[in-house]
């Protein structure tokens, strides 16, 4: 991995850098990595707010639903504003702004039986966050996520074998 942090790089991830467990190397790992973010709603959303500040280099963000008024207590990444937007647009332009480092990947769509190993194939890390449990695709091979969602809410899987 040939990837060099620049000054304002260093200066952004310096709590990360300084931690023996992470360093420069670990911190550049974090901007190689690639980590699909299934909902983005009031468990995903978080989620991609810590992966995004953590410098996490792609995210690939997944929901078909439009942010309400009703979101708006749970789902912070959401604002007064964003009612009746795209919930995977109004999280990556969030995303965005807290981190110009971090790529964000919008998919306007449900993860299904019939997409997931699609949607899934480019990214290292999967958060499974869907708003209810019956749309849950976690288990222990994502192979099996084709032929057995679990209800199983907020789990994170591996994509790597």
Not at 102 to 124: G, M
Request: glycine fraction near 6%; proline fraction near 4%.
């Amino acid at each position: 991995m040939e990837l060099t942090l620049s000054d304002q790089q260093i200066e952004r991830y310096s709590r990360h850098i300084v931690l023996e467990d992470v360093g420069v190397n670990g911190q550049e790992k974090l901007l190689a990595s690639k980590v699909l973010i299934i909902g983005a709603g009031g468990l995903g959303a978080p989620a991609a707010l810590y992966l995004a500040a953590a410098g996490v280099g792609t995210l690939g963000l997944v929901d078909a639903d439009q942010v309400d008024i009703s979101n708006l207590q749970r789902q912070v990444i959401h604002h007064t504003d964003d009612i009746g937007r795209d919930k995977v647009t109004s999280a990556a332009n969030k995303l965005r702004a807290i981190n110009p480092d971090v790529t964000v990947k919008e998919f306007h769509l449900r993860a299904e039986a019939s997409n997931i190993l699609d949607l899934i194939k480019d990214y290292d890390f999967v958060v499974d966050a869907p708003t209810t449990l019956r749309r849950s695709f976690s288990s222990t091979t994502p192979a099996s996520w084709a032929t057995n969602p679990s209800p199983m809410p907020a789990s994170c899987v591996s994509t790597a074998s």
